[in-house]
C-alpha cells in the first residue's frame, strides 16, 4: 500500500501536476464557491438569481467552505482532490479485500489506480472527479460488506456529489432485492415471492436510508434553483441518437486503449471465476459506469473524466483476474509468476505517463505550480481581458473558467449556457449534424439583447492577430450574424502565456468590442 500512495503523489504532482492538469471548467466552481463564501449565495453573477452551473453543489460546497477559512481555492482544491485520491487507493484496497481477492493479488489492485494516466491526471484537475470516485467506492464497499445503513448514506451523499448517482443507488437496491429473491427461493423453492422481496431487511435499510436523507436535499435545491435539474445538465443534453453516438465512440476510444483493453479481459476473466453476488454487484456497476458515460453524450474534456471511477472496480477484478489466470497456467512459481504479471501490467496501464515522461523529463524535478492550468491561454486570457476592460463592462464568453473567475467584480454571460438558465434551455445546434458535448447552445439573438461590449469570438491561440474564422459552431454563429457584426469590432487579445521557458508565449484570442465603446487598458 505504501508503494501505491508513493507512485500516485509522485504522478499525480510530478508527471501531471497542477499546472498541466487544473482545467479551465474547474475555475467555473471556485467562482460558485467564491460567491457563497462571501455571502452572495450560488449565483453567476451577484445580483442575480441563483444558478445550478456546477455538476457537484458538494463539491462546491466543500470548495466555499475552504475560502471561507481564508484558504487559497486552488492550493484548497489540489489538497482536497489529493487527499480523494489517497482515500479511493485505499477504499480499492479495502474492496478488493472484502471480494476475497487472495493477497498477494489483491495488492495489486490499488497498484493499478496509482498507475493510472486517467486518475493521477483527474486528482490535479480541481474538478469534482475524485469526490465522485472516492464516494462511489466509499458506497461499494459498505454495500458488499453489508453495512446496509451506512451504504445508503453513502448513495446520498454520493447523490449529492452529483444528481447522476441515483440511478446507481436505485440499481444497487433492486439489485439487493433480487438477491434475497434468489436466496429464499433457493431456500423455500417458490413459495417466495418478488414483493416480498421488496421490503427484505437488507434493501429496505438502504433505500430508506437513502430517501431520508436524499429527499430533502433535493427538495430544497429544487426550490432554491427553480429546476429538477441542474443547469449544468440542460446545456449538454438534448442530442438525442447524435449524442448517444458520441458516448458509444467515446466509451470505445476509453476501451480500445492497450491499457484498459488488458484490464478489461482480466477483469472479465475475474468476474467470471467468482460467482458471488459481491462480484457481480461491483460487475453490475462497472457496466453503469460506461451506460452514463454513453448517455452524456462523451465528454470533451482530456483522460476519460466520467471513466475514472471505473477504474477502482477494473482495479479490483484485474487483481481477481490475474490470481485466476496464474492459478489455471498451473505455474510452477506462482509467487514469481503473479509477479511477472503484475509488473508488466502495471508498466502497460502506466505507459501513457512513460512515454509522455520520456518527451518531457524535466517535468520530474520541476517546481510545482499551482496557478497555471492546462488551459493555460484560458487563464492568460482572463488576466489580459482584465487590463483592457472598464468598470461595469459586460463581458460574453465561450471558456467561461478562468476568464470568468479572474474577471469576478463583471457580470459574466456564459454563452454555452452552463451558468445562464435561458441559453441551457434553448433548443441544440447539432453544427453539421455532429454532437459537441457542452458546445451544443448558442442564442445570439439573447446575447445581443443583453448588449455586452465583449464578445469572445474564438478560444483558440493564434499565433498572429490576422483574423481567421474556425469551422467551429459558435464563431460560426456569432461572426456571420450580420448584426453582430455591424455593432461590434474585431479585437485581437493579446495574450501571454507562461511556459517553462524563460520567454512566454504570445498569441491572440479573437474577441468582438462593441463600437464607439472604450477600452480601459492597452496592450
Same mark, same amino acid.
Given at each position: 500500500?505504501?508503494?501505491?500512495?508513493?507512485?500516485?503523489?509522485?504522478?499525480?504532482?510530478?508527471?501531471?501536476?497542477?499546472?498541466?492538469?487544473?482545467?479551465?471548467?474547474?475555475?467555473?466552481?471556485?467562482?460558485?464557491?467564491?460567491?457563497?463564501?462571501?455571502?452572495?449565495?450560488?449565483?453567476?453573477?451577484?445580483?442575480?438569481?441563483?444558478?445550478?452551473?456546477? $455538476?457537484?453543489?458538494?463539491?462546491?460546497?466543500?470548495?466555499?467552505?475552504?475560502?471561507?477559512?481564508?484558504?487559497?481555492?486552488?492550493?484548497?482544491?489540489?489538497?482536497?482532490?489529493?487527499?480523494?485520491?489517497?482515500?479511493?487507493?485505499?477504499?480499492?484496497?479495502?474492496?478488493?479485500?472484502?471480494?476475497?481477492?487472495?493477497?498477494?493479488?489483491?495488492?495489486?489492485?490499488?497498484?493499478?489506480?496509482?498507475?493510472?494516466?486517467?486518475?493521477?491526471?483527474?486528482?490535479?484537475?480541481?474538478?469534482?472527479?475524485?469526490?465522485?470516485?472516492?464516494?462511489?467506492?466509499?458506497?461499494?464497499?459498505?454495500?458488499?460488506?453489508?453495512?446496509?445503513?451506512?451504504?445508503?448514506?453513502?448513495?446520498?451523499?454520493?447523490?449529492?456529489?452529483?444528481?447522476?448517482?441515483?440511478?446507481?443507488?436505485?440499481?444497487?437496491?433492486?439489485?439487493? !432485492?433480487?438477491?434475497?429473491?434468489?436466496?429464499?427461493?433457493?431456500?423455500?423453492?417458490? $413459495?417466495? *415471492?418478488?414483493?416480498?422481496?421488496?421490503? *427484505?431487511?437488507?434493501?429496505?435499510?438502504?433505500?430508506?436510508?437513502?430517501?431520508?436523507?436524499?429527499?430533502?436535499?433535493?427538495?430544497?435545491?429544487?426550490?432554491?434553483?427553480?429546476?429538477?435539474?441542474?443547469?449544468?445538465?440542460?446545456?449538454?443534453?438534448?442530442?438525442?441518437?447524435?449524442?448517444?453516438?458520441?458516448?458509444?465512440?467515446?466509451?470505445?476510444?476509453?476501451?480500445?486503449?492497450?491499457?484498459?483493453?488488458?484490464?478489461?479481459?482480466?477483469?472479465?476473466?475475474?468476474? %467470471?471465476?467468482?460467482?458471488?453476488?459481491?462480484?457481480?454487484?461491483?460487475?453490475?456497476?462497472?457496466?453503469?459506469? %460506461?451506460?452514463?458515460?454513453?448517455?452524456?453524450?462523451?465528454?470533451?474534456? &482530456?483522460?476519460?473524466?466520467?471513466?475514472?471511477?471505473?477504474?477502482?472496480? %477494473?482495479?479490483?477484478?484485474?487483481?481477481?483476474?490475474?490470481?485466476?489466470?496464474?492459478?489455471?497456467?498451473?505455474?510452477?512459481?506462482?509467487?514469481?509468476?503473479?509477479? !511477472?504479471? *503484475?509488473?508488466?501490467?502495471?508498466? %502497460?496501464?502506466?505507459?501513457?505517463?512513460?512515454?509522455?515522461?520520456?518527451?518531457?523529463?524535466?517535468?520530474?524535478?520541476?517546481?510545482?505550480?499551482?496557478?497555471?492550468?492546462?488551459?493555460?491561454?484560458?487563464?492568460?486570457?482572463?488576466?489580459?481581458?482584465?487590463?483592457?476592460?472598464?468598470?461595469?463592462?459586460?463581458?460574453?464568453?465561450?471558456?467561461?473558467?478562468?476568464?470568468?473567475?479572474?474577471?469576478?467584480?463583471?457580470?459574466?454571460?456564459?454563452?454555452?449556457?452552463?451558468?445562464? !438558465?435561458?441559453?441551457?434551455? $434553448?433548443?441544440?445546434?447539432?453544427?453539421?449534424?455532429?454532437?459537441? *458535448?457542452?458546445?451544443?447552445?448558442?442564442?445570439?439573438?439573447?446575447?445581443?439583447?443583453?448588449? &455586452?461590449?465583449?464578445?469572445?469570438?474564438?478560444?483558440?491561440?493564434?499565433?498572429?492577430?490576422?483574423?481567421?474564422?474556425?469551422?467551429?459552431?459558435?464563431?460560426?454563429?456569432?461572426?456571420?450574424?450580420?448584426?453582430?457584426?455591424?455593432?461590434?469590432?474585431?479585437?485581437?487579445?493579446?495574450?501571454?502565456?507562461?511556459?517553462?521557458?524563460?520567454?512566454?508565449?504570445?498569441?491572440?484570442?479573437?474577441?468582438?468590442?462593441?463600437?464607439?465603446?472604450?477600452?480601459?487598458? $492597452?496592450?
Amino acid at each position: 500500500m505504501a508503494v501505491a500512495v508513493v507512485g500516485f503523489l509522485l504522478h499525480a504532482l510530478r508527471v501531471y501536476g497542477t499546472d498541466v492538469s487544473l482545467v479551465d471548467d474547474a475555475f467555473i466552481f471556485f467562482r460558485y464557491a467564491k460567491h457563497w463564501a462571501e455571502g452572495y449565495g450560488l449565483v453567476w453573477n451577484v445580483g442575480e438569481p441563483p444558478v445550478e452551473g456546477v $455538476s457537484s453543489l458538494l463539491y462546491t460546497a466543500l470548495l466555499a467552505l475552504g475560502m471561507r477559512a481564508g484558504l487559497d481555492v486552488v492550493l484548497w482544491a489540489t489538497a482536497l482532490n489529493l487527499f480523494l485520491g489517497l482515500g479511493l487507493l485505499a477504499l480499492t484496497l479495502l474492496l478488493a479485500q472484502s471480494l476475497d481477492v487472495p493477497p498477494p493479488s489483491r495488492y495489486l489492485a490499488p497498484l493499478v489506480v496509482a498507475a493510472s494516466a486517467d486518475v493521477a491526471f483527474w486528482a490535479g484537475a480541481g474538478m469534482d472527479v475524485m469526490l465522485f470516485a472516492a464516494l462511489l467506492a466509499l458506497a461499494l464497499w459498505f454495500t458488499v460488506r453489508e453495512h446496509f445503513t451506512l451504504a445508503g448514506a453513502t448513495f446520498a451523499l454520493l447523490a449529492m456529489a452529483r444528481l447522476d448517482a441515483v440511478p446507481i443507488a436505485l440499481a444497487t437496491w433492486l439489485f439487493l !432485492v433480487w438477491r434475497h429473491w434468489r436466496e429464499e427461493r433457493e431456500k423455500r423453492a417458490a $413459495s417466495t *415471492s418478488i414483493v416480498q422481496s421488496f421490503v *427484505s431487511p437488507s434493501s429496505a435499510r438502504l433505500l430508506l436510508t437513502f430517501l431520508v436523507l436524499f429527499t430533502p436535499f433535493y427538495l430544497a435545491r429544487w426550490a432554491y434553483f427553480g429546476w429538477p435539474l441542474p443547469n449544468s445538465y440542460y446545456a449538454k443534453t438534448g442530442g438525442g441518437l447524435a449524442a448517444w453516438r458520441e458516448g458509444l465512440l467515446y466509451t470505445r476510444d476509453f476501451l480500445w486503449r492497450p491499457e484498459v483493453a488488458t484490464v478489461v479481459v482480466l477483469s472479465v476473466l475475474g468476474a %467470471l471465476s467468482r460467482q458471488d453476488w459481491r462480484t457481480r454487484y461491483v460487475g453490475l456497476v462497472a457496466l453503469l459506469l %460506461l451506460a452514463r458515460a454513453v448517455a452524456a453524450g462523451g465528454d470533451w474534456m &482530456p483522460r476519460f473524466r466520467l471513466m475514472v471511477p471505473l477504474w477502482p472496480l %477494473l482495479a479490483v477484478l484485474t487483481a481477481a483476474g490475474v490470481g485466476t489466470l496464474v492459478h489455471t497456467l498451473n505455474l510452477r512459481r506462482k509467487p514469481f509468476a503473479l509477479s !511477472v504479471f *503484475s509488473i508488466l501490467i502495471l508498466v %502497460l496501464v502506466a505507459w501513457p505517463s512513460l512515454t509522455y515522461i520520456a518527451k518531457r523529463p524535466w517535468r520530474l524535478w520541476r517546481p510545482v505550480r499551482l496557478v497555471e492550468p492546462m488551459h493555460a491561454s484560458q487563464y492568460a486570457m482572463g488576466l489580459a481581458l482584465r487590463e483592457v476592460v472598464c468598470p461595469g463592462d459586460t463581458i460574453a464568453l465561450l471558456a467561461a473558467g478562468a476568464a470568468a473567475y479572474l474577471n469576478d467584480d463583471h457580470v459574466i454571460i456564459d454563452m454555452l449556457g452552463l451558468s445562464d !438558465v435561458h441559453i441551457a434551455h $434553448s433548443p441544440p445546434i447539432l453544427y453539421k449534424g455532429e454532437w459537441d *458535448s457542452g458546445h451544443t447552445r448558442l442564442d445570439v439573438d439573447y446575447i445581443l439583447a443583453r448588449d &455586452p461590449e465583449w464578445i469572445q469570438l474564438d478560444t483558440h491561440l493564434y499565433p498572429t492577430p490576422e483574423f481567421r474564422l474556425r469551422d467551429w459552431m459558435p464563431p460560426q454563429r456569432l461572426w456571420n450574424d450580420p448584426r453582430v457584426r455591424e455593432r461590434y469590432a474585431f479585437y485581437p487579445l493579446r495574450v501571454e502565456v507562461p511556459t517553462n521557458l524563460p520567454e512566454p508565449r504570445l498569441g491572440y484570442i479573437w474577441f468582438l468590442h462593441k463600437k464607439g465603446e472604450p477600452t480601459c487598458g $492597452s496592450q
